[in-house]
T-cell receptor, first 116, second 117 residues
Framework: GAVVSQHPSWVICKSGTSVKIECRSL??????MFWYRQFPKQSLMLMAT?????????EQGVEKDKFLINHASLTLSTLTVTSAHPEDSSFYIC????????????FGPGTRLTVL | AQKITQTQPGMFVQEKEAVTLDCTYD???????LFWYKQPSSGEMIFLIY??????QNATEGRYSLNFQKARKSANLVISASQLGDSAMYFC??????????????FGGGTRLMVKP
């Protein structure tokens, strides 16, 4: 199946710093990628839809100025958590989809962010 | 309103027995896909099985089968011959619209399955 990678797999940062997370589709091109956030013992919640060559679409309640998304190529989307705070500590997972009808959605391995 | 509902926050099953994880969904779109994912403690999302709304037969993948009851809007996952490695969180998810693989998934709250030796 298709492979989606994320980097880094985990990161610890100080409050007030910015953190960039990369999501790559390794063997296919993806015009759309999705960013999810998962708090401990909770489900995945969609944060935003990343569209190649255009602005991301954010879900209600997600601050677009805090969670910057850039989808500059068909294989790479980045999520930057700006001025991170402890409440931003979470598991961030991206997904990407090969073109056409897909009976499976491919997820990256996730990035665990801890803000001290 | 919740689009995907998993009513069992936690389940125990004896090793080698079968277990059913419940999932109900709500959509007005006649075209949709239903997914089950397994999430072990490592956090990765492992795809298990898919059922399209127009599929005539229930999906099966090895020890996993999906009991799809369209009129009831339920898509329960059945795991046969449970193994210790099946202990994990299980998420039911839905994608509305079949013709656009770019639609996002909506997830249920998850069920934690614990397999007893």
């Amino acid at each position: 199946g298709a492979v989606v990678s994320q980097h880094p797999s985990w990161v610890i940062c100080k409050s007030g710093t910015s953190v960039k997370i990369e999501c790559r589709s390794l063997d296919f091109q993806a015009t759309t990628m999705f960013w999810y956030r998962q708090f401990p013992k909770q489900s995945l919640m969609l944060m935003a839809t990343s569209n190649e060559g255009s602005k991301a679409t954010y879900e209600q309640g997600v601050e677009k100025d805090k969670f910057l998304i850039n989808h500059a190529s068909l294989t790479l989307s980045t999520l930057t958590v700006t001025s991170a705070h402890p409440e931003d500590s979470s598991f961030y997972i991206c997904s990407a989809h090969p073109p056409g009808l897909a009976r499976e959605q491919f997820f990256g391995p996730g990035t665990r962010l801890t803000v001290l | 309103a919740q689009k995907i509902t998993q009513t069992q926050p936690g389940m125990f099953v004896q090793e080698k027995e079968a277990v059913t994880l419940d999932c109900t969904y709500d959509t007005s779109d006649p075209s949709y896909g239903l997914f089950w994912y397994k999430q072990p403690s490592s956090g990765e999302m492992i795809f298990l099985i898919y059922q399209g709304s127009y599929d005539q037969q229930n999906a099966t993948e090895g020890r996993y089968s999906l009991n799809f009851q369209k009129a009831r809007k339920s898509a329960n996952l059945v795991i046969s011959a449970s193994q210790l490695g099946d202990s994990a969180m299980y998420f039911c998810a839905m994608r509305e619209g079949l013709r656009n693989a770019g639609n996002m998934l909506t997830f249920g709250g998850g069920t934690r399955l614990m397999v007893k030796p």
